[in-house]
């Protein structure tokens, strides 16, 4: 594998997406219109804890123009089997979706209602009487885990190992990973340094607002445009919530402006189906912002607290993580994978590792790019470089003296196969930011960060056209480049170029089943089913090379796009092209299409380090950051531009929640700030260009060595920044954000 | 007969026993030999993920063990 | 589509007229504040006065002892002026932090004087090169002075029926210059968590003769801070003087607890900006 000589993968050919997307013509979840269509509203808790005592829908119908309203009492009763699965099960979604006995935050969808205008959906909606028995809102971990606390499900027990509560409670779940004997490695510790640490809720931030069309028949087809990142999750949710057979629902996905794990999951598509259903009418649904802000995907708030022990000579001997991670309205916080990630960069004999999952009454978190994770690193990283601060040693140097590395085992079990995360280090310390000179109040961070990549299940088809240009079809939206990706790919395999294959992102009737464009998954699984079938294309080109030249099919091979003779067979030929092979297709056995499929394990762990120069502003507290660089295993980079591209975006992400992004909540969980204006995401001029060096250990999972990369860029940069801004102004910054005010007030010790 | 390791979670209920070995040809059946012996993990294993030596399966009831197979179950993880 | 009727009148005398007979009509200038307020339902208006076509409204002009600029010229037009760069360095500079490129090329400075925000970062800087609002209205013409402008949060001087036409600078005095700095934790698209505008004049010896300090974002409207600048004159803008005008500034701020900042730090910033705006101010003074 590692000696194959690529011709394709590793170049940067334009994106085939490209030009419709920078001249506006690439259309989104809100560009879809049908003839007829009604435009919907969704009515939203004024609480964020309460009991719906009654709704009546029945005023909204007399607004003119208003043409269904609907309530979550208008959805069968979602029934729970078995206990909660980690990433919430379908009455939990169901419920969120719309909420039919109990609001759990501000924001809660509990009618909709759909009109021939938005103006009329929203007067509509205003129209509908709600009663409420408002409810104490629990809107930390503190309240929610104290014993007088307000319970949010009183169905909700602890899962997990003993001792967890036995009567209802919002800690839904308990995990404990541990070896060796906690006590013991403290005790052969020669400093022991132990601190807790904060992050607020943040959001995605993704630019593009969910939005949904849905079309309905009168022989009960649905037919569901969205913006998602798996149209096939969205046809299993949506048919699962609104009870119509999976058969029925077809989901073609748009475009999409962003996701980072957000779009993994449903909000409006089961409202504009039940609005359509009853109208009779195509039904549109658009979320403002303010809406994407109170009703969708964040990420958990955490309390993390960690204790490290570590001898004199660098070896670090025990650690303890003890984790509480906010999953708002319904169980399934990220904990697990954060306790996972939380210690399995580095050899530690000792180890506990303890992550408990809360409910609050706050929005129903939802994936966020390598979830749980960065809040975990955001604790054990900083304490690592104040392990390697207090033994007088380089970050850098501490990092790789206990580094793990291939057969070493993980906190979680398994030994880890080839990684590549001594070279990240290796190449940090030699990048010429490690070594620029600093001025005064200006400080250097360092970091790194782990993460899983998804296997899951993938399918692919490629066909051939008669000029010897191929099609590659997925059921992948395209978030990140994949397209690009994946007509590399083929065209690796096939030996023409990447501008020759056209990407093709399929709808849940034309792609075959694949899951979703996440987990950093895409480039990995179903690149592999489309390797699978363009090998399956080749052997087809081969065999009608052969029957055009009267020999078997070992008697040619497959080079550089062409069929040539081997093996001592039909040497007199000339060699036979693709175009000239797919002319002949109909001469030769009828069209030339294969198609595949895999169900991969998850790929090796991807590792990063990175760098950040930071300088504080002594009298206003304001962090500018000065330079950044990721460093970070790809196993292959398949089209480095968009490597580069993820691990930027996620620096550039993880810096945002590191400096200024927060869920600002008042005292009844209504959030403050649900816009860009006061919701701070960094802008452009914010950030230095962020510097970017590729690492490729092959993964030996896959044919070409390919890692996901998407999540693990923004695993690092929360403690980066904090390790940068404590090596600027001596101060520890243990709660996020590292804010202009917070900073201030720590330099002048108030 | 395949190896399983326990995490210190899942060891209590087995009455506190870390490694445990158990014939079995696929992951499904080892996951009810299990259950058989150690009632207490009913309920629990059976929705993890699992790594048979050292490739992690979010679903691998059918994934074939070998005679010296090291087997882990984890917590079942989502992506971003 | 919500529908509201729209006028573009072609004269101030028109717009005046529009304006009287319909008190709860709007002016329309480039919108940026106004149409997301609408959007959001925070206001209803019963019909646009677009006043972008009256050339009275329109452009920079330096007369005489006076820079007039028009109360509908885009943030754009007035920091990329040179004549008014080099004579009101500290208008230009705030002016050119409203928004982004995209939203300056609309959002004009009567729109940002009108839309009365305590944080709106021209106002502090117009305050300090003594700047006065020329307002029309059915008996004619009056000036007001900027600090007497806004009343409070979304709150104006103007009369009903009055309409914004210009503001008149005083042209600079020899040795005088201007400077306005603001804070935001970003780089840009932002509102200010404190701002602070100062213009002085030196003598030949480099001793103030005259200033004004201004700061924003601290207390329901902009304020002009008669301490501070005595703080200044017969100073040398030395460390001394500037400390004096950042403890006048801290002590002059009546700031809110919001979720752009808190009362301790905008009270400790908006010293640290007055400071530093003067010294700034006064370096450039130095230089002319």
């Given at each position: 594998m590692s000696e194959r000589k690529f011709k394709q993968v590793g170049t940067r050919p334009i994106r085939h997406d490209g030009l419709e997307k920078v001249t506006g013509r690439a259309n989104f979840g809100a560009d879809y219109s049908l003839p007829g269509m009604l435009q919907g509203a969704v009515l939203r808790s004024p609480h964020a804890h309460a009991k719906i005592v009654s709704i009546d829908t029945s005023p909204a119908l007399e607004v003119e123009g208003v043409k269904a309203v609907i309530s979550g009492r208008d959805f069968p009763i979602p029934t729970r089997e078995g206990d909660r699965q980690q990433y919430g099960d379908v009455p939990d979604l169901a419920n969120n979706v719309i909420a039919r006995d109990k609001v759990l935050y501000h924001g809660h969808a509990v009618a909709a209602v759909a009109a021939t205008t938005i103006e009329a959906a929203q007067r509509g909606a205003e129209k509908i009487r709600v009663e409420y028995e408002v409810l104490p809102p629990v809107l930390d971990i503190e309240s929610a885990i104290a014993p007088d606390a307000a319970i949010l499900h009183d169905d909700l027990v602890c899962q997990g190992p003993a001792p967890v509560p036995s009567s209802p409670t919002n800690v839904a779940r308990r995990t404990l990973l541990s070896g060796g004997d906690i006590e013991q490695g403290f005790a052969d510790s020669d400093v022991v340094v132990e601190r807790e640490f904060t992050t607020p809720m943040v959001h995605q931030g993704y630019i593009e607002p969910h939005a949904t069309v849905v079309e309905t028949l009168e022989n009960g087809n649905v037919t569901i445009w969205c913006c998602t990142q798996g149209p096939f999750a969205v046809r299993g949710l949506t048919a699962s919530v609104t009870g119509i057979e999976l058969s029925k629902i077809k989901v073609i996905p748009s475009e999409i402006g962003g996701g980072f794990g957000g779009k993994t999951t449903i909000y409006l598509e089961p409202l504009a189906v039940e609005l359509s259903r009853r109208s009779g009418r195509p039904v549109k649904l658009v979320m403002s912002r303010e809406e994407v802000f109170r009703a969708t995907g964040p990420t958990s708030a955490g309390r993390v607290r960690v204790k490290m022990g570590a001898r004199k000579d660098g070896r670090l001997v025990a650690a303890e993580v003890v984790m509480y991670y906010e999953a708002g309205a319904f169980p399934g916080s990220p904990v697990g994978a954060g306790c996972m990630c939380a210690l399995s960069a580095y050899c530690f004999d000792h180890f506990v590792i303890d992550g408990y999952d809360v409910v609050t009454t706050k929005p129903r978190v939802a994936a966020y790019r390598a979830p749980g994770a960065p809040i975990a690193a955001f604790g054990v990283e900083q304490v690592v470089d104040e392990v390697a601060e207090r033994l007088g040693l380089d970050p850098i140097e501490l990092r790789l003296l206990n580094a793990v590395q291939e057969n070493d085992v993980a906190p979680y079990g398994p030994k880890y196969q080839a990684i590549g995360f001594r070279e990240t280090l290796e190449e940090a310390r030699k990048h010429p930011n490690y070594s620029a000179t600093l001025g005064p109040n200006q400080g250097r961070g360092v970091a790194s960060g782990f993460w899983f990549n998804a296997g899951l299940q993938s399918s692919a088809s490629v066909h051939m056209n008669e000029d010897g240009t191929a099609i590659v079809t997925t059921g992948n939206p395209d978030i990140g480049g994949s397209r690009a990706a994946q007509a590399i790919m083929v065209a690796e395999e096939l030996g023409i170029g990447a501008e020759q294959v056209v990407p093709l992102v399929g709808d849940t009737e034309s792609a075959g089943y694949t899951d979703l464009t996440g987990g950093s998954r895409t480039a990995y699984a179903t690149g592999m089913a489309i390797i699978e079938a363009s090998q399956d294309i080749v052997r087809q080109l081969r065999e009608r090379a052969a029957k055009i030249w009267g020999v078997e099919l070992d008697g040619v091979a497959w080079e550089d796009g062409r069929a040539v003779p081997s093996n001592g067979a039909a040497s007199d030929v000339e060699p036979l092209n693709l175009a000239e092979i797919a002319a002949q297709m109909g001469a030769t056995g009828g069209p030339i299409v294969a198609q595949a499929a895999v169900s991969p394990?998850?790929?090796?762990?991807?590792?990063?380090?990175?760098?950040?120069?930071?300088?504080?502003?002594?009298?206003?507290?304001?962090?500018?950051?000065?330079?950044?660089?990721?460093?970070?295993?790809?196993?292959?980079?398949?089209?480095?531009?968009?490597?580069?591209?993820?691990?930027?975006?996620?620096?550039?992400?993880?810096?945002?929640?590191?400096?200024?992004?927060?869920?600002?909540?008042?005292?009844?969980?209504?959030?403050?700030?649900?816009?860009?204006?006061?919701?701070?995401?960094?802008?452009?001029?914010?950030?230095?260009?962020?510097?970017?060096?590729?690492?490729?250990?092959?993964?030996?999972?896959?044919?070409?060595?390919?890692?996901?990369?998407?999540?693990?860029?923004?695993?690092?940069?929360?403690?980066?920044?904090?390790?940068?801004?404590?090596?600027?102004?001596?101060?520890?910054?243990?709660?996020?954000p590292i804010s202009p005010p917070r900073v201030l007030a720590a330099i002048d010790g108030d | 007969m395949a190896v399983v390791v326990f995490s210190s979670a899942l060891a209590q209920h087995t009455g506190g026993a870390g490694r445990v070995e158990i014939e079995a040809a696929r992951v499904a059946d080892l996951v009810k030999a299990l259950c058989e012996r150690y009632p207490g993990l009913r309920g629990h294993i059976d929705k993890m993920a699992v790594a048979v030596d050292d490739e992690v399966h979010s679903d691998a009831r059918f994934v074939r063990l070998k005679p010296d197979s090291e087997v882990h179950f984890l917590p079942r993880i989502g992506g971003g | 589509m919500q529908s509201i009727p729209y006028q573009a009148p072609a004269s101030v005398s028109e717009a005046v007229a529009l304006l009287g007979s319909d008190a709860e009509a709007r002016v329309l200038a480039g919108g940026t504040d106004l149409l997301v307020q609408v959007r959001g339902g925070v206001r209803k208006p019963s019909a646009w006065i677009d006043v972008k076509r009256i050339p009275d409204l329109l452009g920079v002009s330096v007369e005489g002892d006076s820079?007039?600029?028009?109360?509908?010229?885009?943030?754009?037009?007035?920091?990329?002026?040179?004549?008014?760069?080099?004579?009101?360095?500290?208008?230009?500079?705030?002016?050119?932090?409203?928004?982004?490129?995209?939203?300056?090329?609309?959002?004009?400075?009567?729109?940002?004087?009108?839309?009365?925000?305590?944080?709106?970062?021209?106002?502090?800087?117009?305050?300090?090169?003594?700047?006065?609002?020329?307002?029309?209205?059915?008996?004619?013409?009056?000036?007001?002075?900027?600090?007497?402008?806004?009343?409070?949060?979304?709150?104006?001087?103007?009369?009903?029926?009055?309409?914004?036409?210009?503001?008149?600078?005083?042209?600079?005095?020899?040795?005088?210059?201007?400077?306005?700095?603001?804070?935001?934790?970003?780089?840009?698209?932002?509102?200010?968590?404190?701002?602070?505008?100062?213009?002085?004049?030196?003598?030949?010896?480099?001793?103030?003769?005259?200033?004004?300090?201004?700061?924003?974002?601290?207390?329901?409207?902009?304020?002009?801070?008669?301490?501070?600048?005595?703080?200044?004159?017969?100073?040398?803008?030395?460390?001394?003087?500037?400390?004096?005008?950042?403890?006048?500034?801290?002590?002059?701020?009546?700031?809110?607890?919001?979720?752009?900042?808190?009362?301790?730090?905008?009270?400790?910033?908006?010293?640290?900006?007055?400071?530093?705006?003067?010294?700034?101010?006064?370096?450039?003074?130095?230089?002319?």
């Amino acid at each position: 594998m590692s000696e194959r000589k690529f011709k394709q993968v590793g170049t940067r050919p334009i994106r085939h997406d490209g030009l419709e997307k920078v001249t506006g013509r690439a259309n989104f979840g809100a560009d879809y219109s049908l003839p007829g269509m009604l435009q919907g509203a969704v009515l939203r808790s004024p609480h964020a804890h309460a009991k719906i005592v009654s709704i009546d829908t029945s005023p909204a119908l007399e607004v003119e123009g208003v043409k269904a309203v609907i309530s979550g009492r208008d959805f069968p009763i979602p029934t729970r089997e078995g206990d909660r699965q980690q990433y919430g099960d379908v009455p939990d979604l169901a419920n969120n979706v719309i909420a039919r006995d109990k609001v759990l935050y501000h924001g809660h969808a509990v009618a909709a209602v759909a009109a021939t205008t938005i103006e009329a959906a929203q007067r509509g909606a205003e129209k509908i009487r709600v009663e409420y028995e408002v409810l104490p809102p629990v809107l930390d971990i503190e309240s929610a885990i104290a014993p007088d606390a307000a319970i949010l499900h009183d169905d909700l027990v602890c899962q997990g190992p003993a001792p967890v509560p036995s009567s209802p409670t919002n800690v839904a779940r308990r995990t404990l990973l541990s070896g060796g004997d906690i006590e013991q490695g403290f005790a052969d510790s020669d400093v022991v340094v132990e601190r807790e640490f904060t992050t607020p809720m943040v959001h995605q931030g993704y630019i593009e607002p969910h939005a949904t069309v849905v079309e309905t028949l009168e022989n009960g087809n649905v037919t569901i445009w969205c913006c998602t990142q798996g149209p096939f999750a969205v046809r299993g949710l949506t048919a699962s919530v609104t009870g119509i057979e999976l058969s029925k629902i077809k989901v073609i996905p748009s475009e999409i402006g962003g996701g980072f794990g957000g779009k993994t999951t449903i909000y409006l598509e089961p409202l504009a189906v039940e609005l359509s259903r009853r109208s009779g009418r195509p039904v549109k649904l658009v979320m403002s912002r303010e809406e994407v802000f109170r009703a969708t995907g964040p990420t958990s708030a955490g309390r993390v607290r960690v204790k490290m022990g570590a001898r004199k000579d660098g070896r670090l001997v025990a650690a303890e993580v003890v984790m509480y991670y906010e999953a708002g309205a319904f169980p399934g916080s990220p904990v697990g994978a954060g306790c996972m990630c939380a210690l399995s960069a580095y050899c530690f004999d000792h180890f506990v590792i303890d992550g408990y999952d809360v409910v609050t009454t706050k929005p129903r978190v939802a994936a966020y790019r390598a979830p749980g994770a960065p809040i975990a690193a955001f604790g054990v990283e900083q304490v690592v470089d104040e392990v390697a601060e207090r033994l007088g040693l380089d970050p850098i140097e501490l990092r790789l003296l206990n580094a793990v590395q291939e057969n070493d085992v993980a906190p979680y079990g398994p030994k880890y196969q080839a990684i590549g995360f001594r070279e990240t280090l290796e190449e940090a310390r030699k990048h010429p930011n490690y070594s620029a000179t600093l001025g005064p109040n200006q400080g250097r961070g360092v970091a790194s960060g782990f993460w899983f990549n998804a296997g899951l299940q993938s399918s692919a088809s490629v066909h051939m056209n008669e000029d010897g240009t191929a099609i590659v079809t997925t059921g992948n939206p395209d978030i990140g480049g994949s397209r690009a990706a994946q007509a590399i790919m083929v065209a690796e395999e096939l030996g023409i170029g990447a501008e020759q294959v056209v990407p093709l992102v399929g709808d849940t009737e034309s792609a075959g089943y694949t899951d979703l464009t996440g987990g950093s998954r895409t480039a990995y699984a179903t690149g592999m089913a489309i390797i699978e079938a363009s090998q399956d294309i080749v052997r087809q080109l081969r065999e009608r090379a052969a029957k055009i030249w009267g020999v078997e099919l070992d008697g040619v091979a497959w080079e550089d796009g062409r069929a040539v003779p081997s093996n001592g067979a039909a040497s007199d030929v000339e060699p036979l092209n693709l175009a000239e092979i797919a002319a002949q297709m109909g001469a030769t056995g009828g069209p030339i299409v294969a198609q595949a499929a895999v169900s991969p394990p998850m790929a090796g762990p991807g590792f990063a380090t990175h760098l950040c120069d930071v300088e504080v502003d002594q009298e206003t507290g304001k962090v500018t950051v000065l330079r950044y660089t990721t460093v970070q295993d790809a196993g292959k980079a398949v089209h480095p531009s968009y490597v580069e591209g993820q691990m930027q975006g996620g620096a550039a992400q993880g810096i945002g929640w590191a400096l200024n992004e927060e869920y600002i909540f008042d005292e009844n969980g209504v959030v403050e700030n649900p816009g860009f204006l006061d919701y701070r995401m960094p802008v452009a001029s914010d950030l230095p260009m962020i510097d970017t060096v590729i690492v490729e250990v092959a993964n030996p999972l896959h044919p070409y060595g390919v890692r996901g990369v998407g999540e693990t860029p923004i695993v690092p940069p929360l403690a980066c920044v904090a390790n940068a801004v404590a090596a600027a102004t001596g101060k520890r910054f243990t709660d996020l954000p590292i804010s202009p005010p917070r900073v201030l007030a720590a330099i002048d010790g108030d | 007969m395949a190896v399983v390791v326990f995490s210190s979670a899942l060891a209590q209920h087995t009455g506190g026993a870390g490694r445990v070995e158990i014939e079995a040809a696929r992951v499904a059946d080892l996951v009810k030999a299990l259950c058989e012996r150690y009632p207490g993990l009913r309920g629990h294993i059976d929705k993890m993920a699992v790594a048979v030596d050292d490739e992690v399966h979010s679903d691998a009831r059918f994934v074939r063990l070998k005679p010296d197979s090291e087997v882990h179950f984890l917590p079942r993880i989502g992506g971003g | 589509m919500q529908s509201i009727p729209y006028q573009a009148p072609a004269s101030v005398s028109e717009a005046v007229a529009l304006l009287g007979s319909d008190a709860e009509a709007r002016v329309l200038a480039g919108g940026t504040d106004l149409l997301v307020q609408v959007r959001g339902g925070v206001r209803k208006p019963s019909a646009w006065i677009d006043v972008k076509r009256i050339p009275d409204l329109l452009g920079v002009s330096v007369e005489g002892d006076s820079i007039r600029i028009g109360a509908a010229t885009p943030a754009a037009v007035i920091f990329e002026h040179p004549e008014l760069q080099r004579l009101v360095p500290g208008v230009a500079e705030a002016t050119d932090l409203i928004g982004s490129t995209q939203i300056q090329g609309r959002a004009t400075l009567g729109g940002n004087l009108c839309n009365a925000s305590p944080a709106a970062d021209t106002t502090p800087a117009l305050i300090a090169v003594g700047a006065q609002c020329i307002v029309a209205g059915s008996g004619g013409e009056r000036e007001i002075a900027v600090e007497a402008f806004a009343t409070g949060p979304g709150q104006t001087a103007l009369a009903q029926g009055e309409l914004l036409v210009a503001v008149r600078i005083p042209k600079p005095a020899a040795r005088t210059a201007d400077a306005y700095l603001r804070l935001i934790p970003r780089t840009e698209m932002d509102i200010a968590v404190v701002g602070a505008g100062v213009a002085l004049t030196l003598g030949d010896d480099g001793t103030c003769t005259q200033a004004r300090v201004a700061i924003g974002a601290v207390a329901p409207t902009a304020l002009l801070l008669e301490e501070a600048a005595a703080a200044l004159v017969g100073s040398r803008v030395d460390d001394d003087a500037l400390a004096r005008v950042a403890a006048a500034a801290t002590a002059a701020a009546r700031p809110i607890d919001d979720k752009r900042g808190t009362i301790a730090y905008r009270r400790k910033v908006v010293g640290v900006l007055a400071k530093r705006a003067a010294a700034i101010a006064a370096n450039r003074a130095q230089e002319r």
